[in-house]
């Protein structure tokens, strides 16, 4: 299945929205008044939003029509000008160097030739610009989820997601390319009404979990499988005043662009 066809399955946005605010905070960093922004992989245009509120000249593309489609509803509700691309990001259809900014929250980690990814995040890059990515730290209980489905999917392994979660495979990722990285692990703070609302909202929305469900339920794990994510979250989760709180640690790489 095509990556736009499957990340328009389930309701990405319901637990999605919940770490938007990474991506608020990445703009809030990183983002001047009148940069010009790209937000690869925007999903439902969180960043790509809050910059254009921010008085940046932004663009979201992304693979998925049902997100894009949400993503627009949601620039014209916040009153946002955003243009909005449907694309592959690792083959985007903009000149050299055409952004100040290229960033990325949870998005070009999927891509599955991560160095050709980080080639064309350089390419659009203008020299003294910055990339700005952000993926999950493989300790965190979203770093955990993949490598968890993993162990009940046939022929799960690593997979180029995880090289985004370390500096050292960022490191590699970028070596040869014309850029100065700089690291820091941050948190955000995602909030459920319980626990058990945060695990459904994965398993029944999340669009890859949709995927992972139609592989393993047939093998007669699928609630085996629950029970450990479960489990994952009771770890790394709290109950704060009648809420499900969900701390979750996440790495940004910002690479200077040469
Ligand atoms: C985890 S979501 C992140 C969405 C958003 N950036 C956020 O922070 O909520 C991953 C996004 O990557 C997009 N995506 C995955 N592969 C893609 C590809 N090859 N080209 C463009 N978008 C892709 C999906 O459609 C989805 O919107």
Redesign the pocket.
Known sequence: ME??EM?SLGD?ASA?DR??EA?VRLVADHVSQGDSIV?L????G??AIAAAKSGADATG????PA?LDLARRRAEAADAAVDWVA????ETPFEDASFDVVA????CM??PDPEAMAAELVRLCRPGGRIAVLAWTPESAFGQMAPLASRYLEGGGSSPVERWTRETGVEQIFSGLPVRLEFTVRTVKTIWPSRDEAVMDITDGNPAWIMIRSAVEPTGRWGELVSDLTDLFTTHGRDENGRFVLPVDYLETVAHRR
Do not use: K, Q
């Open positions: 990556p736009g990340w990405y999605g770490w938007a991506s937000d992989a925007c999903g439902p969180a960043l593309l992304d693979a998925a997100l694309s592959d990001m690792t990325s929250a949870f998005g999927f891509a």
